[in-house]
């Protein structure tokens, strides 16, 4: 796998695995969207998955899998990108349902897995998580809140607890109306729940941290912090240090880096027999 493949925009189609839109419903009735890679040369019948969670969390995937998906579906590992409620894309009532309960993006993720469980798409024994910003907090708090569910874990960015960015984002001011749409407050009961550093001691999977020194989006403290209480609880991390990126991986060598240390961790703790 060659990371200037990746960020070629003449990746030659033949290259690359079928992308397919896809929807379930959730437990609540309410309709969710995803986006299915199949791996180039397989069927969707019980292959091992990797959730991919988008940050945002206003934001969405779309039918061209995005470079995570890309990298992850070359290894023969199908990718379900989820659009959990907080997207963009499918009208208000979907995103503002999660601003008004934010544990629905948790849920819609969850049931994707439940979803491609029953469906026969996904082995059971071999469903691992990733994300991005938002998405790297999803991928924590999922493998910490279902422990039996997720076999890896690759946090890019990710929050590791909600009072603590709160707290460094609004410096003492007021917490803006744009974070009370997407994040609890500061020092709520909300922000404890929804902090994977409440969870730390049931966090067992493997772990792959990609943080940078320049991120002031989610700061470099979240990830220290992470880093330092799962080895306190016995789970030390893989980890990779970005020190003069921001918020995503911003030179080619950073972009390399990154995607070679996902390949690696994939091969050795996804793929590898037990």
């Known amino acids: 796998m ?25 437990s609540d009735g309410a309709t969710v969207y995803a ?10 019948r019980n ?90 907090f999803i991928s924590f708090y999922q493998a910490a809140v279902h422990p039996g569910t997720y076999k890896t874990v690759i946090s890019l960015m990710g929050v590791w607890d909600w009072t603590d960015l709160g707290v460094d984002l609004t410096d003492g001011a007021p917490v803006p109306d744009y974070h009370k749409c997407s994040a609890p407050e500061p020092y709520t009961e909300l922000a404890g729940v929804l902090s994977p550093s409440s969870y730390v001691d049931a966090l067992k999977s493997p772990i792959l941290i990609i943080y940078s020194g320049n991120d002031d989006a989610v700061y470099p403290s979240q990830n220290i912090r992470a880093i330092r209480e799962l080895r306190e609880a016995g789970n030390t991390p893989q980890v990779v240090y970005l020190p003069n990126d921001g918020h995503m991986p911003g030179t080619v060598e950073s972009i390399t880096e990154t995607f070679e240390a996902m390949r690696r961790f994939l091969v050795e703790r996804f793929l590898a027999e037990d």
């Open 2 to 26: 060659s990371a200037t493949l990746l960020l070629s925009s003449d990746i030659p189609i033949c290259d690359v695995g079928h992308t397919y839109p896809v929807s379930f419903r959730a």
């Open 35 to 44: 986006y299915l890679t199949v791996p180039l040369g397989k069927s969707p």
């Open 47 to 136: 292959l091992p998955l990797m959730i991919n969670v988008h940050g945002g969390p206003q934001a969405r995937f779309t039918w061209a899998p995005n470079e995570h998906a890309l990298l992850v579906s070359n290894l023969g590992i199908a990718v379900l990108s989820v659009d959990f409620r907080f997207s963009s894309g499918y009208g208000n009532e979907y995103t503002d349902s999660a601003s008004q309960n934010m544990l629905l993006a948790q849920q819609d993720v969850f049931e994707s897995v439940q979803w491609a469980i029953e469906n026969g798409i996904a082995d059971p024994e071999c469903i691992g998580i990733m994300g991005h910003s938002y998405g790297g």
